[in-house]
């Protein structure tokens, strides 16, 4: 069980490390690559995904998302430990990653002037403010996800893998093409949470860093990157029980 959190922690931590990294590469002023666009973004969280699965596959499958051991758990695999250290390691983990994108990136807040943008390295937000729409947007995205994710298990003959992948005969190559293609097809509406972990902790550092020049954490629209990506999680888990 401790490796399960610990692994939990460094995966989701080199996820949130590099996928918010992309962003504030992209989003801050005077950063070398400012404005280069969705494609970097959405390349860099899928190869984000690939070195958090790389690190956290041995131990604990590599989950590195709320969203996917609650799906796995939905669809009855069987998990080397309980869905709250899985859960406990995510967020941990998450938390941290987004520490340390402050702190790589310290010399570029102060010269980034709209405080949107800062919060937007740390956590998603709407292109367009529809609440039930952005929720949707989330349910499917994750739905998509963890869907297969499943289905990657049953090609390596577990459709109950505790590895999201089947990761010793697949590898983390699968699942990071899986997110990119996410990202590129229906990330637009919200920015592709997909992930309850990866948001919500980002968005607790965003609250209690002292970021130069900072505004709101948004925590009116915090519950549509948590409660959408856990509901598509599941009915993807609960799905596949019927279809492999």
Same mark, same amino acid.
């Given at each position: 069980?401790?490796?399960?959190?610990?692994?939990?922690?460094?995966?989701?931590?080199?996820?949130? #490390?590099?996928?918010?990294? $992309?962003?504030?590469?992209?989003?801050?002023?005077?950063?070398?690559?400012?404005?280069?666009?969705?494609?970097?973004?959405?390349?860099?969280?899928?190869?984000?995904?690939?070195?958090?699965?790389?690190?956290?596959?041995?131990?604990?499958?590599?989950?590195?998302?709320?969203?996917?051991?609650?799906?796995?758990?939905?669809?009855?695999?069987?998990?080397?430990?309980?869905?709250?250290?899985?859960?406990?390691?995510?967020?941990?983990? =998450?938390?941290?990653?987004?520490? $340390?994108?402050?702190?790589?990136?310290?010399?570029?807040?102060?010269?980034?002037?709209?405080?949107?943008?800062?919060?937007?390295?740390?956590?998603?937000?709407?292109?367009?403010?529809?609440?039930?729409?952005?929720?949707?947007?989330?349910? $499917?995205?994750?739905? $998509?996800?963890?869907?297969?994710?499943? =289905?990657?298990?049953?090609?390596?003959?577990?459709?109950?893998?505790?590895?999201?992948?089947?990761?010793?005969? #697949?590898?983390?190559?699968?699942?990071?093409?899986?997110?990119?293609?996410?990202?590129?097809?229906?990330?637009?509406?919200?920015?592709?949470?997909?992930?309850?972990?990866?948001?919500?902790?980002?968005?607790?550092?965003?609250?209690?860093?002292?970021?130069?020049?900072?505004?709101?954490?948004?925590?009116?629209?915090?519950?549509?990157?948590?409660?959408?990506?856990?509901?598509?999680?599941?009915?993807?888990?609960?799905?596949?029980?019927?279809?492999?």
């Amino acid at each position: 069980m401790e490796n399960v959190f610990v692994s939990e922690v460094f995966g989701t931590f080199m996820l949130v #490390l590099l996928g918010d990294g $992309v962003v504030a590469n992209v989003l801050l002023n005077e950063s070398k690559g400012k404005d280069s666009g969705w494609m970097v973004i959405s390349t860099g969280w899928g190869l984000a995904v690939f070195v958090g699965v790389i690190v956290a596959g041995p131990f604990s499958g590599a989950h590195i998302n709320p969203a996917v051991t609650l799906g796995l758990a939905a669809s009855g695999a069987e998990l080397p430990a309980s869905v709250f250290t899985y859960i406990a390691g995510e967020m941990t983990g =998450a938390f941290l990653g987004a520490v $340390v994108v402050w702190i790589t990136y310290l010399s570029h807040w102060r010269v980034t002037d709209d405080p949107g943008l800062k919060l937007a390295v740390f956590s998603t937000g709407p292109a367009i403010r529809k609440p039930f729409n952005n929720f949707i947007t989330e349910v $499917v995205g994750t739905f $998509v996800l963890v869907f297969v994710v499943i =289905a990657f298990g049953v090609q390596a003959g577990d459709p109950t893998a505790a590895t999201p992948m089947g990761l010793a005969s #697949l590898g983390a190559l699968p699942v990071a093409l899986l997110v990119w293609g996410i990202g590129l097809s229906l990330g637009g509406p919200t920015g592709y949470a997909i992930n309850p972990a990866r948001d919500l902790g980002p968005r607790i550092a965003h609250q209690v860093l002292p970021i130069a020049g900072k505004g709101s954490s948004d925590w009116a629209y915090s519950w549509i990157p948590v409660l959408g990506p856990i509901t598509g999680g599941v009915i993807a888990g609960l799905l596949a029980t019927a279809v492999f």
